[in-house]
């Protein structure tokens, strides 16, 4: 009959303990750290961007020089919503990026006439604009595309003179004003569905 053991054997505490090199060990580890470092800013820039204000377009709510966070991931995984401040590239020349708010929806008529904003003939309450808009106009918003509005209305090149904004070109939704530290403020949806008539 045979026999096993099941247990270890300790070490023999006559051999002894292999060597590791320090410098060597110091090297791996810092790059691991390294590697570790550049995976997780890779996986944060691909989920997150970070854009600087240019100009006067989005004003009050944004201001030139504020630093936002984006969401690049909104949009893949959810709706475009009314309210919604994004991000794209300029249907006209997709090298430059904009900020605006999403106004219309695709399907809607926007139209805009006596310093009022309307959605299918309903009224917007719309708190967040510097100033009623002082021109007039009508735009059926196509199929995958939005229309977008500056909250400086009087002041923005914007969909009321050059179109629409098709989906694919929107990079994210904007998420907070990150920059300067006492700007900071979470940039919510407004509701501007509610009509006010």
């Known amino acids: 009959m045979e026999s096993y053991r099941s247990e270890v054997l300790p070490d023999d505490p006559t051999r002894p303990a292999p060597r590791r090199n320090p410098v060597l060990s110091f090297l791996l580890e810092t790059l691991q750290t390294i590697l570790m470092a550049l995976v997780l800013y890779f996986l944060i820039d691909l989920v997150l961007g970070r854009v600087r204000v240019e100009n006067i377009s989005m004003e009050p709510t944004l201001q030139p020089g504020e630093f936002i966070l984006v969401n690049k991931m909104a949009y893949r995984l959810g709706d475009f919503s009314r309210g919604d401040v994004v991000i794209f590239h300029y249907p006209r020349n997709p090298n430059e990026d904009y900020i605006k708010r999403i106004i219309g929806l695709p399907g809607e008529t926007v139209t805009i006439q006596n310093g009022h904003v309307y959605i299918n003939n309903q ?15 009508e735009w059926v918003v196509p199929n995958d595309q939005v229309f977008v509005l500056g909250d400086n209305r009087n002041q923005s090149s914007d969909s009321h003179s050059w179109g629409f904004v098709p989906h694919d070109l929107i990079v994210g939704r904007a998420l907070v004003i990150y920059w300067p530290l006492d700007n900071l403020k979470i940039l919510n949806q407004t509701p501007v569905v509610n009509a006010a008539n």
């Open 123 to 137: 009224q917007l309450d719309e708190p967040y604009i510097a100033a009623p808009p002082q021109y007039t106009g």
